[in-house]
């Protein structure tokens, strides 16, 4: 009983996860046609096939994949401990400033020490970082909303103006390349996924790092006192205070635990090897926002988180496909938010198919009448 | 013929079957009385009445026609009228706007108060239902919310009146005077849908009774030749004694010590507590009376630390835990069955068995190294379920929100009640219950009395304050007004000291 139970309630969510991709796309679709009809059906095939023809193109979007996991986890932690972090953004930006500042810097440490000193060193700035918004939601009941808006875009100037006067590439704007061998090593990763190209793809340890965090959230979540008490203040803060826990401590870990994994997010796909370095722009870091999409679609729950994320970077690496089509990449833009702005249907999905199932004569009737709690596309309510 | 008849409404949630071919049927100018226990499908009932349910089967016919209810709108529109148990009022328009709310005259846009004016002022006095009509209805009374609620439904002729529970938050006078008006009501052709759990309401004005039990009809009978205890034996399904055997108290050591405890009302003149000072004592059960509102909540969550009052102490075994922290105090023999199960008694997203070890997760028994105890849990939310006959679809797996009222309280009274207290304080721990589980967490009160431990009640049910308690305090607007034997003291005289007409002297 209790087992079907669980497989019942868990294929409804695949189920519905399924149709609301499913109907993004063909909303996708439509706007090709409206574009280009010429061109609408290639392009869009590339859409569907690019990641996977080939074991290198998968590799890439196992690569992309590997940030936006984590800011996903970042987002849908929070969201579990009814918190809405929309500060992953900052909390990346800054970790990755501090992965890169010792992968630079710390040349005395031993490679394979410096990789773990900047992945903590990540974590930490992200988990200070998301702190603020804590501490101000905890004892001044701010919302946490505003404050990580605030802290964003404090974060990029903040960022811009210590890259300026550390580690600045002139030529470049941006900051100097760290070190190869202080990147994260391939673990032949990046030579399995290689497909014909004879070429490694980037991808790299970050994926089982990503996949690890994953793993780690969902035992904390669901299996550890420290989550029980996380979870009972994000359900409900009232009651946590009656049975004695320490909701006001627990706001500011939930942050901090949230803004670390964003941290970690920043350095994973900074420490690549794939070159990329951060640039001093006015531009808040794009994985954050895409996180919060991540988290919707893989219902805020880790394991889901994982492949949410494989999928949506599968998504944006056969849109850039598109260009070779001739469209333009806001029209690619445009199609890749439209099937993600369908996926945060996906819960609306899950509450018809819930209904017919439950008017359906069925023996074993499903037990949720409505959407599991706790995992709705709204910000989390605030203490009535 | 019956002005309404619903015939064989059946309504299924997932995993119960709220209510099984049920056949209500209302005769025009009766007082009819839907009695049943929690979770008997008596509201779902009446949300199918009112269109916010849809049956699976069963036809609803309104002078022998058969009608469709789609929503509240066509209820009204076919002259249902509901007071609901909490009030659909808005508190900041004044008595003559809510009562208008939805039915305004208009000219050209522009409201025509002055005619609603007339009509409201000419059913209040018609009824006797007195008002005032220019204040904010935040401003009145409970009782006289009523009655604006009540004008509602006059004011748009509504010839079926249902009423949920109206007599929970009233003092005795007022329940004496809505019994008159409803008589009023009915004897001139209305008729009157009286949802209620007290018996002695139901024997003073019902003509007739219709009795469900866990979605099932049971029957209807006349009541005037039904006795209190046939109603009962049909509600609970087995005898039930109405009576409590209550041994004499024997009073020990004093373990709780209440002194000038005050607390004041932000952007207020007036506090919400002003100089309580009282003592409970070890095998004792005192009881804080009064009306709803009158500073009973502030005083437990000083209590019980969810709010630190401004001055004054408590002190518990001796200790001064005015400002220690709710996890001590707990750990000190503290439980606490909180008035409002849904804001503080559960995590409704939880499970039973994450219920119920809510305020002992963190101990050896339900944990190691941070790692919750599953089996552990399991087994203790379990035993909870078998001692308290806690009913729920999955067992202890299941989510506490899916859970009726009165099996929600259970998980919560069995959960405080197991952690062994010295010091129990208990908040209308039996509102919205059948008489069977009030029967049962009143035994259980006693039991933890004369097992010598401290027992604080705070009720707003008179007849739960005379029938239980060793000694009452009454309050009224945040001060403790009498502390009395609940022996030599009448119902009328406890209804004056809660509304504030009455003060012992030498307080």
């Known amino acids: 009983m209790k087992k079907r139970r669980f497989s019942g309630e868990s294929g409804l969510s695949v189920l519905s996860s399924g149709v609301a991709v499913i109907a993004g796309l063909v909303v996708g679709l439509i706007i090709l046609l409206i574009t280009d009809a010429s061109q609408a059906f290639p392009a869009f095939r590339s859409i569907l096939t690019f990641g996977l023809q080939s074991s290198r193109n998968f590799g890439e979007v196992l690569f992309f994949a590997t940030p936006i996991i984590l800011t996903g986890l970042s987002v849908g932690f929070a969201y579990k401990t009814g918190l809405f972090n929309i500060g992953a953004s900052g909390q990346f930006t800054f970790g990755a400033y501090v992965a890169i500042y010792i992968g630079v810097e710390a040349t005395f440490l031993p490679p394979a020490i410096r990789i773990i ?25 701010v919302h946490e909303v505003i404050s990580c808006i605030m802290t964003n875009w404090i974060g990029i100037f903040l960022v811009n103006w210590l890259i300026l006067n550390t580690i600045f590439d002139a030529m470049r704007n941006s900051t100097r390349h760290v070190p190869v061998d202080a990147n994260m090593p391939g673990w032949g990763l990046g030579a399995f996924f290689q497909g014909d190209a004879l070429r490694p793809s980037s991808v790299n340890s970050g994926i089982i790092v990503a996949i690890v965090a994953a793993i780690l959230v969902y035992i904390i979540l669901e299996k550890t006192k420290f989550g029980y008490e996380l979870k009972a203040c994000g359900f409900n803060q009232n009651a946590a205070k009656y049975a004695g826990i320490n909701e006001k401590r627990n706001i500011i870990f939930s942050m901090m635990i949230s803004g670390a994994l964003a941290g970690l997010a920043g350095a994973l796909h900074f420490l690549s090897g794939a070159g990329i370095t951060m640039n001093v722009a006015n531009v808040l870091a794009p994985q954050g926002f895409t996180g919060i999409s991540v988290a919707l679609l893989g219902l805020n729950n880790p394991i889901g988180i994982i492949f949410a994320g494989i999928l949506i970077a599968y998504l944006h690496l056969g849109g850039f496909q598109m260009q070779l089509f001739g469209f333009v990449p806001e029209i690619i833009e445009i199609v890749i938010a439209v099937i993600i702005y369908f996926c945060a249907f996906v819960l609306l999905i899950k509450l018809f198919f819930a209904n017919r199932a439950k008017r359906a004569p069925l023996p074993d009737p499903p037990v949720s009448a409505g959407p599991p709690p706790g995992e709705g596309m709204d910000p989390p309510p605030d203490e009535r | 013929m019956y002005i309404i008849e619903m015939r064989g409404i059946t309504k299924e949630f997932p995993g119960v079957v709220a209510n099984d071919d049920i056949t209500l049927q209302l005769k025009k100018g009766e007082i009819h009385a839907l009695l049943g226990e929690n979770g008997a499908g008596k509201s779902t009932l009446m949300s199918v009445l009112f269109g916010l349910y849809k ?162 009809l049971i029957g209807t009978v006349d009541v005037p030749t039904t006795s209190k205890e046939e109603l009962s034996e049909m509600m609970v399904g087995r005898k039930v004694v109405l009576s409590l055997d209550k041994a004499e108290a024997h009073v020990g050591e004093r373990i709780l010590e209440v002194r000038n405890l005050s607390l004041k009302n932000k952007g207020s003149e007036k506090n919400k ?69 849904h804001k503080h008694g559960l995590i409704l997203d939880y499970t039973l068995a994450y219920n119920a070890i809510l305020e002992r997760y963190y101990t050896p028994q339900f944990q190691t190294c941070g790692f919750l105890k599953q089996g552990e849990i399991h087994a203790y939310a379990d035993r909870l379920i078998e001692r308290f006959d806690i009913r729920s679809g999955c067992g202890a797996d299941t989510v506490t929100r899916s859970m009726s009222g009165g099996n929600q309280q259970k998980v919560i009274v069995g959960r405080e009640i197991d952690r062994d207290p010295h010091l129990l304080i208990a908040v209308q721990p039996t509102r919205g219950l059948d008489v069977g589980a009030i029967e049962y967490i009143h035994k259980q009160l006693l039991k933890q009395r004369d097992e010598g431990k401290a027992v604080l009640l705070v009720s707003l049910e008179l007849e739960e304050v005379m029938n239980i308690s060793d000694r009452i305090l009454v309050m009224y607007e945040g001060e403790i007004v009498a502390d009395v034997d609940p022996k030599a003291v009448t119902y009328q005289e406890l209804g004056l000291y809660m509304a504030g007409a009455k003060r012992e002297v030498g307080r």
């Open chain 1, 117 to 141: 000193a900047s992945l903590l060193g990540a974590m930490l700035a992200g988990a200070l970082w998301a702190a603020i918004p804590g501490l101000l939601k905890a004892y001044r009941n």
């Open chain 2, 55 to 216: 049956p699976e089967r069963g036809h609803i016919y309104k002078n022998g026609e058969e009608i469709r209810i789609t929503g509240p709108n066509d209820a009204t529109r076919l002259g249902i009228g509901m007071v609901h148990q909490h009030f659909k009022l808005v508190h900041n328009f004044t008595v003559l706007e809510n009562i208008v709310l939805g039915v305004e005259t208009t000219k050209n846009g522009v409201l025509q108060m002055k005619d609603a004016r007339e009509r409201v002022l000419a059913l209040s006095k018609q009824y006797g239902l007195e008002i005032d009509i220019d204040k904010e209805v935040g401003d009145i009374t409970v009782g006289m919310q009523q009655r604006v609620e009540i004008l509602k439904m006059l004011y748009r002729q509504n010839e079926i009146l249902i009423f949920d529970e109206p007599t929970a938050v009233l003092t005795p006078q007022e329940i004496e005077s809505l019994m008159q008006t409803m008589k009023g009501l009915a004897a001139e052709g209305r008729s009157i849908l009286f949802i209620t759990h007290k018996l002695d309401e139901i024997k003073q004005v019902a003509d007739r009774c219709t009795v469900l039990r866990k979605g099932k």
């Open chain 2, 273 to 341: 507590l002003t100089n309580v000072s009282f003592d409970v004592n070890a095998g004792e059960i005192v009881c804080v009376a009064g009306i709803e509102g009158n500073g009973q909540t502030d005083l437990v969550y000083a209590l019980t630390g969810l709010t630190p009052p401004d001055s004054g102490t408590v002190t518990m075994m001796g200790k001064d835990i005015t400002r220690m922290g709710i996890r001590s105090r707990g750990k000190l023999g503290m439980a606490h069955i909180p008035e409002d199960r």
